[in-house]
């Protein structure tokens, strides 16, 4: 179809096709501002949703701390546990098998440190290595993790539907650092976490695929939390968790978590 400014001279047809181009990008620019609100307001909604479904915002910011009881099984061998957490990101789970009792923890702030104790006596308190220590202060976050991206700078963005073993979900992508993400699965029955992605940075060229997948919610002090917990890494299962005792807002001495003198 010709161009209806045909009449026009060369520079006012110039500045029509201008203009339609500003009005192009303009309405180009609102169609994704607005389409980004939507998204966040899908997010808002789910975030709150699933908060609700926890036990609410008082019963969630009520508990403080944790001690659970429990075991893992991982290559045909089983290790029993015993773990603290306290917000916003301190643990220390001390791992016990037949002849020893390995301590690790972490304070939030210095790197975390390691000890075992064993028949003979207590080895000396030592920092982990830098990948260590990587490693396991990536996992120590009290709350789960949509709760602590927002409460630590991280951005939650809608991903779209979902499903796990044909239970249909909704899906958060969690960003922290930059380059950090998660892809969370909501399920969308309970708005429970029952599973969670996550691409590993093994420190080389080569990424490990991780996923997390929870089951067996219990309440503990009015919150819902996963008594069982199943890791696959690299499209195989790794490790299971499972949880037999859970007590909120345990006791904990001072310096606790910090790496003895």
Known sequence: MPFRGAG??????????AGMMRRGW???FLIFGLSAMLRADIVDDLMRIHIEALGGNEAVSEM????????????GQRMRFVM????????????????????????????????TRGPTGRSAPERMTAAEAKQFSADANFDDVLIDAREHGGSLDYAGEGEVEGKPTQKILV??????????????????IVQQER??????????????RFFDYRAVAGV??????????????????????????????????????
């Open 8 to 17: 026009l001279s060369p520079a006012m047809r110039d500045d029509v096709v």
């Open 26 to 28: 303009l309405i180009s």
């Open 64 to 75: 403080r701390a944790l001690r659970a009881i429990g075991q893992s099984d991982f290559g």
């Open 84 to 115: 603290w957490a306290a917000r916003p990101n301190r643990i220390r789970i001390e791992s016990i098998d037949a002849t020893r009792t390995q301590t690790q923890a972490w304070d939030g702030d210095t790197n975390p440190w390691r000890q």
């Open 175 to 192: 960003t922290r650092n930059f380059f950090d993400q998660t892809v969370v699965h909501l399920d969308v029955a309970t708005y429970l």
């Open 199 to 212: 691409v590993k940075d093994e420190g080389t060229a080569r990424e490990t695929h991780v996923v997390t």
């Open 224 to 261: 819902l939390l996963p008594h069982r917990l199943v890791v696959t890494s690299g499209g195989r299962e790794w490790i299971t968790t499972t949880l037999e005792k859970v007590d909120a807002n345990p006791l904990i001495p001072p310096d606790f978590f910090s790496m003895p003198q």
